[in-house]
């Protein structure tokens, strides 16, 4: 009886140790996770999904700040690494061309809305897919635009917004409110101008000639279209041009959550300080793109973009590359990943995404779904950043106080850009 026993034993043993081996074979995920408010979220989608399907689910997030130091430690683990990392831009492309799998054809891909958000690397291929993203455009009080005897769907390109920000401003004495908040150029606000607004040229300047990495030089060739827009937010609007230099982005958000102007251009992220901390109705808020007078705007979304890009390892083995990509397909299509990504990351562009209560990410949703093109972020491309900005701020700020032309932004904009690509190059 004894020695049957030992032999039963045994043999569950050896079972044992074939499932485990078997489960190993199967492969494992290891995340290493960019957003540390995340964590708690990730934590918990990873042990739902080792609980149903058995495959093994790491999750590292880096310290707010250290993503790139901590990647580069865990990369040198070899059997340890990452199977699941993040790349943000087309230098993270670059940096880490031999450890990112070519996606293409993968079901995850097939399960995306739009591509718009996907990094390629040099041949061509996805190897970074963008899994949420933010948008900016002209926040608008549909309350007000209707008291002003005009509906959001009166505007649909810079010709129509300008018609109806001019007819504001002349009767903004007679209607209580004006067209646009202040385009101001303090610090806190100038990066919506330097840097939002000019995504608008470089985007339609870099569509055209087909750009996919940081150039040395720019054209400026949208930059027409520019100053289109900006001189329509420092004309239909009560700020003072001369003196924009001292307007904050506090100054326009009260503009406009005071009910002082119909257009703020600002992003998805200030739905929550406008519905929750300024209490606005959900219903009186919608985002429209910003036109600036480009032949075929009609047809264009929201400025859209994201650095969350996840990249799956190429030098892990192939069991783990696997389980990793049906991973991500399950966390994209199942109700507790979708639920999960909705309430951590708003909109994902994934046919199984779940609304999100955010006005603002669902409008561009309705955009991208009605097939315009999304006004991705070119800004993405810019060198040495902070200097750049500085001098289109100047720029802007002699410019609307009419001690320079136009030139001056230009030669900010083209020359500013060559010789910051020199300064960082």
């Known amino acids: 009886m004894r020695k049957l026993f030992a032999v039963l034993l045994a043999a569950a043993m050896l079972l044992s140790m074939m499932s485990f081996a ?14 540390p408010e995340a964590d708690q979220a990730w934590q918990a989608l990873a042990q739902q999904y080792q609980a149903l399907t058995g495959v093994e689910v790491k999750v590292l997030t880096a310290a707010s700040g250290s993503y790139s130091t901590t990647l580069t430690s865990e990369m ?15 230098e993270g492309v670059a940096t880490w061309a031999d450890y990112a799998l070519p996606l293409d054809g993968t079901e995850l891909m097939q399960e995306m809305t739009t591509e718009d958000f996907n990094l390629k690397n040099a041949a061509g291929q996805t190897v970074a897919v963008g899994y949420c993203y933010e948008a900016y455009g002209i926040i608008t009080n549909k309350a007000l635009l209707e008291k002003a005897g005009y509906s959001v769907a009166d505007i649909t390109n810079f010709e129509s917004l300008k018609k109806v920000a001019d007819d504001i401003h002349a009767r ?31 985007f339609y300047e870099f569509r055209d000639d087909g750009v996919t990495e940081q150039p040395a030089t ?6 027409n279209a520019y100053k289109n827009i900006w001189d329509l937010y420092i004309t239909d609007s009560a700020a003072d041009a001369k003196k924009l230099s001292g307007y904050t982005g506090a100054d326009a958000e009260k503009d406009f959550y005071d009910g002082k102007a119909v257009f703020f251009q600002n992003g998805t992220w200030e739905y929550a300080d406008l519905t929750g901390k300024y209490g606005m109705n959900p219903d009186d808020l919608c985002m429209l793109p910003i036109y600036c007078g480009v032949e075929g705007e009609e047809n264009a979304a929201l400025c859209a973009g994201t650095e969350n890009c996840w990249a799956v390892n ?40 779940k609304a999100s209560s955010n006005v603002f990410f669902n409008d561009a949703t309705e955009m991208l779904n009605a097939g315009k093109y999304v006004v991705t972020w070119a800004f993405n491309y810019t060198p040495d950043v902070d200097n750049w900005r500085a001098g289109i701020v100047s720029a802007l700020e002699q410019y609307s106080a009419g001690a320079a032309d136009w030139g001056e932004v230009e030669y900010a904009f083209v020359d ?10």
Not at 79 to 85: I, R, V
Not at 183 to 201: E, I, Q, V
């Open 172 to 202: 903004a004495a007679e209607l209580g409110f004006d067209a646009f908040t202040s385009a101001g150029l303090d610090g806190s606000s100038s990066w919506r101008f330097s840097g939002h607004l000019t995504n608008m040229p470089l």
């Open 22 to 35: 078997s489960a190993e074979g199967e492969g494992k995920v290891y995340y290493l996770n960019f957003k």
């Open 76 to 90: 040198d683990k070899k059997d340890a690494a990452p199977t699941l990392f993040q790349i943000g831009n087309a």
């Open 218 to 223: 720019v054209k400026g060739s949208y930059l």
């Open 314 to 353: 190429a030098k892990a083995s192939e069991a783990d590359q696997k389980a990793t990509l049906d991973f991500l397909k399950w966390v994209v299509t199942s109700e507790e990943g979708t639920q999960m990504m909705a309430e951590q990351f708003g909109p994902i562009p994934f046919k199984a995404a």
């Open 416 to 425: 500013g850009w060559a010789t910051a690509y020199a300064n960082t190059h």
